[in-house]
Nanobody, 115 residues
Framework: QVQLVESGGGLVQPGGSLRLSCVASGNIFSIYVRGWYRQAPGKQRELVARITSGDSTNYADSVKGRFTISRANDENTVYLQMNSLKPEDTAVYYC?????????WGQGTQVTVSS
């Protein structure tokens, strides 16, 4: 089965940076969309950033200018570079990959921004 595994989360101080990675394993022929979502306690899961197969990107207004999504197709990996982190960024971050056959989600990685 196809799986997504996120890594790179952890505890960081406000103003700090983290880079999240998502590695897709299994038989993935084609990927339409790669994205990062997050869910904070008591809140709905929300789109953070998305990148299409044509490398078009979009971001939540709350992270524009601070976060960057990118992909490495040869490694089946998508990254989320997070800079200038704020306590409000604290959430579980989920990788999402849309293929011709599947809408895939990772298990999530915890990001905690606190001093």
């Amino acid at each position: 089965q196809v799986q997504l595994v996120e890594s790179g989360g952890g505890l960081v101080q406000p103003g700090g940076s983290l880079r999240l990675s998502c590695v897709a394993s299994g038989n993935i022929f084609s990927i339409y969309v790669r994205g990062w979502y997050r869910q904070a306690p008591g809140k709905q899961r929300e789109l953070v950033a998305r990148i299409t197969s044509g490398d078009s990107t979009n971001y939540a207004d709350s992270v524009k200018g601070r976060f960057t999504i990118s992909r490495a197709n040869d490694e089946n990996t998508v990254y989320l570079q997070m800079n200038s982190l704020k306590p409000e960024d604290t959430a579980v971050y989920y990788c999402n990959v849309v293929t011709p056959r599947h809408d895939l989600w990772g298990q999530g990685t915890q990001v905690t921004v606190s001093s």
